[in-house]
């Protein structure tokens, strides 16, 4: 797998506000994951991106992947205390699906 | 259908001492993963198994950490001797065949003092 870098480490928001974690490699992926991690809790799987410029959506959250598959967002719209958690996105190393590789994580924190 | 299981789910021990992590993944799942996690950082991969092979332990710390997967269902993680820098969350996961997600159990959170 290949390091990721997520932006930003930290994000706090009041409820309600819009938020975006950002992942960036260095070099081409071939597809991304996201997974949620609640405080104390373990990572669960979110959305995976396979195809260049795919766009998927999940109520209120958004995720992109990159024209160049060399980076991939999350969007939440009107964020909500349940939001709260860290936010993982993770090389998911190929079409044979081995070696999943996580980004440092974007810690959530959504203010009432 | 039930989950990832794993135990203890916390375990404190002295520098030096040994310690073993358990996990019986998701019935069916081939692949199983053992991950750390150390507190404000994302999981970082141990070992990978398919069926009853390793797949990938190239950052596995193998003087010290050691795992099995014999019949190629439950694994069991053993460090001996445990350091301070070892205190963190064992993640373990499954996945099935042909799939991408990952299912993760609760984690054994491990202190070494």
């Known amino acids: 797998g290949q390091q990721v870098m997520q932006i930003p480490q930290y994000q706090h928001v009041q409820e309600g506000e819009d938020f975006t974690t950002y992942c960036n490699s260095s070099?081409?992926?071939?597809?991304i994951q996201w997974y949620k991690q609640r405080p104390g809790g373990h990572p669960v799987f979110l959305i995976q991106?396979?195809?260049?410029?795919e766009v998927k959506k999940q109520k209120r959250l958004t995720f992109q992947f990159g024209e160049a598959k060399k980076n991939s967002s999350l969007h939440i719209t009107a964020t909500q205390t349940t939001d709260v958690g860290t936010y993982f996105c993770?090389?998911?190393?190929?079409?044979?699906?081995?070696?999943?590789?996580f980004g440092q994580g974007t810690i959530l924190t959504v203010h009432p | 259908e039930a989950g990832v299981a794993q135990s203890p789910r916390y375990k404190i021990i002295e520098k030096r001492q040994s310690v073993a992590f358990w996990c019986n993944p998701i019935?069916?799942?081939?692949?199983l993963y053992w991950y750390q996690q150390i507190l404000g950082q994302g999981p970082k991969l141990l070992i990978q198994?398919?069926?009853?092979?390793?797949?990938?332990d190239s950052q596995l710390p193998k003087d010290r950490f050691s795992a099995e997967r014999l019949k190629g269902v439950d694994s069991t993680l053993k460090i001996q001797p445990a350091k301070l820098e070892d205190s963190a969350v064992y993640l373990c996961?499954?996945?099935?065949?042909?799939?991408?997600?990952?299912?993760f159990g609760e984690g054994s959170r491990l202190t070494v003092l």
């Open positions: 996961a499954s996945r099935r065949s042909g799939t991408g997600e990952l299912f």
């Open positions: 991106l396979v195809k260049s410029g």
């Open positions: 993770a090389d998911a190393g190929g079409t044979s699906y081995g070696k999943l590789t």
């Open positions: 198994f398919q069926n009853n092979g390793v797949v990938d």
């Open positions: 019935s069916g799942h081939a692949t």
């Open positions: 070099t081409t992926l071939s597809n």
